[in-house]
């Protein structure tokens, strides 16, 4: 019986340990959730954006081709709101990064770089607006 105080006392312990265990374990797992949510996320954006390309494909030259649009030609309040929703998912890109890992940033730092590169509407809107965007988005655009 003069035992059993050490036996609790190691048993508490074991208890503590697997209970810590548990814990980071869960944190883990909730970590990945949110990455994965966030992840899953930005493809739904791109999702989007992508959707209203293809349902007005004559915008497309606007932010493939570098050609650039003018506020008196017809098509530039649908090419305006489209490249609205072309940096807001830029700039949700950019301010889950650490959501994709460090080599992943590699290449999306590219992707935003060419997607801003080809769009004289888009760089414009950024440059006029880069009080309303991530600064680490106008960094990446040189934009500021």
């Not at 030259?61 to 008196?72: E, K, L, R, S």
């Not at 030609?73 to 700039?91: F, G, I, S």
Request: proline share 5%.
């Amino acid at each position: 019986m003069d035992d059993l105080p050490d036996i609790l006392s190691i048993a508490s312990d074991l208890v503590t340990i697997f209970g810590l265990l548990f814990v980071i374990y869960q944190v883990r797992q909730l970590e990945r959730s949110v990455r994965s949510g966030a992840v899953s996320s930005i493809y739904a954006e791109a999702a989007e954006v992508r959707k209203t390309l293809i349902d007005n494909p004559e915008l497309l030259p606007y932010f493939f081709d570098d050609i650039d649009i003018t506020p008196d030609h017809p098509d530039y309040p649908k090419a305006r709101v489209a490249a609205e929703m072309h940096l807001n998912y830029l700039e949700h890109l950019v301010v889950e990064k650490d959501n994709f890992g460090k080599d992943n940033w590699k290449s999306w730092s590219a992707f935003i770089s060419r997607a801003i590169g080809c769009s004289p509407l888009i760089r414009r809107l950024l440059r006029e607006n880069a009080d309303s965007y991530a600064k680490a988005l106008c960094e990446l655009a040189d934009c500021e």
